[in-house]
Nanobody, 123 residues
Framework: QVQLVESGGGLVPAGGSVQLSCSCS?????????MAWFRQGPVNEREFVAA???????WYEGPTKGRATIARDNAKNTVYLNMFRLKPEDTAVYYC????????????????WGQGTQVTVSS
């Protein structure tokens, strides 16, 4: 019943920026404890990138910490991930996820997942 659809990925140069969008349907994003972004690169395990809570608290981990910002637009029922100063190692499929509770950066806390959007960073 809940559907998350990511968009905004593509080919970007190293040092550039990108904005990813996660559109939610079936339930409002404010009903979830956390909305988050994870990523999985071609030679990496899936890792946590960023999350935002119902009260707009944010949490960042991993190599993109300091180079990523998560935001939400409740009116549009959409969550965003802005990344900048991109590096080739940021190349990955980026997934949006929704959680009803648990540890914020643990993928096991997330019940709903999008299909992912590919970000490729060229050197």
């Amino acid at each position: 019943q809940v559907q998350l659809v990511e968009s905004g990925g593509g080919l970007v140069p190293a040092g550039g920026s990108v904005q990813l969008s996660c559109s939610c349907s079936g339930r409002h994003i404010s009903a979830f404890e956390f909305m988050a972004w994870f990523r999985q690169g071609p030679v990496n395990e899936r890792e946590f990138v960023a999350a935002i809570s119902r009260t707009d608290g944010t949490w960042y981990e991993g190599p993109t910490k300091g180079r990523a910002t998560i935001a939400r637009d409740n009116a549009k029922n959409t969550v965003y991930l802005n990344m900048f100063r991109l590096k080739p190692e940021d190349t990955a499929v980026y997934y949006c996820a929704a959680s009803s509770g648990g540890y914020i950066s643990d993928q096991r806390s997330y019940n709903n997942w999008g299909q992912g959007t590919q970000v490729t960073v060229s050197s």
